[in-house]
């Protein structure tokens, strides 16, 4: 089992920034990819942005420019810098990892953390 946590959402004005982390703990035995998802209200769950295979990351064309994805690799978290927040970024974020355990893969998510764009 992989427990996956997530920090650092809450409220934030047009323009100002937030930043997200998530940190993994248990039985991590090959990390395929970790990264963050959102979903807005009435919306589906899509892809913000995470890393894939070595340093590679994928990133939403919303995040593009604005957000940032980094890590850590000894201690197992992901970080999300969001800057120049838009109303349309409101939603509950969640970090997701895709851990291999012996050539199956396993998906793992977060509880959420709710971010809110709003003046």
């Known amino acids: 089992q992989v427990q996956l946590m997530e920090s650092g959402g809450g409220l934030v004005q047009p323009g100002g920034s937030l930043r997200l982390s998530c940190a993994a703990s248990?039985?991590?035995?090959?990390?395929?990819?970790m990264g963050w998802y959102r979903q807005g209200p009435g919306l589906e769950r899509e892809l913000v942005a995470r890393?894939?295979?070595?340093?590679?990351?994928d990133y939403a064309d919303s995040a593009k420019g604005r957000f940032t994805i980094s890590r850590d690799n000894i201690k197992n978290t992901v970080n999300l810098q969001m800057s120049s927040l838009k109303p349309e970024d409101t939603a509950v974020y969640y970090c997701?990892?895709?851990?291999?355990?012996?050539?199956?893969?396993?998906?793992?998510w977060g509880q959420g953390t709710q971010v809110t764009v709003s003046s």
């Open positions: 997701n990892a895709l851990v291999d355990v012996m050539g199956i893969v396993y998906s793992y």
């Open positions: 248990g039985r991590i035995f090959t990390l395929k990819t």
């Open positions: 890393f894939t295979t070595g340093d590679n990351t």
